[in-house]
T-cell receptor, first 118, second 112 residues
């Protein structure tokens, strides 16, 4: 069965610090997708990134970057020069596609609460 | 394009009652998934509907049910409410098959 672990439940940093949120996953499928979502206090989950299991290229989007390593089953998320507006709960999630292409179930990690202090 | 909408945003019910939550997906999306979020259990998958058919179901009792209409709008129903059903219920829409799921603002259900 699939599983996602976010070992850091809470991280506190001072503005402008870099911070890395860890995500480790377990799956038996060879085809799967990994996601990161941000949940601000309003509650809505905001999509950040989607990667498929065949694309291990790292990605950078502004201050955000993601490091996907299949060898260690990890998909870590780094925020460079953090800002107060980055304060939120961040979720890593896994979607297995499987042979029946019914893979639209997201398995979420427990989330990491990031607090960025001014 | 309008995002995913959910109604109502807040609900207060008492034990034993039933409740129906509604979700309108992004135009063109045929898959709607429902998730329950609680402080203790985190985010858990309830079920997914694709073209009016339930395609996946999570590990929830039969009191939790849903349906999808021909216009892809979806409803979920919880019967015989229990205190533990108090949660944020999130709906997400996508094109299916591992595609990105976009979430609505959620319905916060409180059971007294």
């Amino acid at each position: 069965a699939q599983k996602v672990t976010q070992a850091q439940t809470e991280i506190s940093v001072v503005e402008k610090e870099d911070v890395t949120l860890d995500c480790v996953y377990e799956t038996r499928d060879t085809t799967y997708y990994l996601f990161w979502y941000k949940q601000p206090p309003s509650g809505e989950l905001v999509f950040l990134i989607r990667r498929n299991s065949f694309d291990e290229q790292n990605e950078i989007s502004g201050r955000y970057s993601w490091n996907f390593q299949k060898s260690t089953s990890s998909f870590n998320f780094t925020i460079t020069a953090s800002q107060v507006v980055d304060s939120a709960v961040y979720f890593c999630a896994l979607s297995e596609v499987g042979n029946n292409n019914a893979g639209n179930m997201l398995t979420f990690g427990g989330g990491t609460r990031l607090m960025v202090k001014p | 394009k309008a995002g995913v909408t959910q109604t109502p945003r807040y609900l207060i019910k008492t034990r034993g009652q039933q409740v129906t939550l509604s979700c309108s997906p992004i135009s063109g999306h045929r898959s709607v998934s429902w998730y329950q979020q609680t402080p203790g259990q985190g985010l858990q998958f309830l079920f997914e509907y694709f073209s009016e058919t339930q395609r996946n179901k999570g590990n929830f009792p039969g009191r939790f049910s849903g349906r999808q209409f021909s216009n892809s709008r979806s409803e979920m129903n919880v019967s015989t409410l229990e205190l533990g059903d108090s949660a944020l219920y999130l709906c997400a829409s996508s094109n299916g098959g591992g595609d990105t799921q976009y979430f609505g603002p959620g319905t916060r259900l409180t059971v007294l």
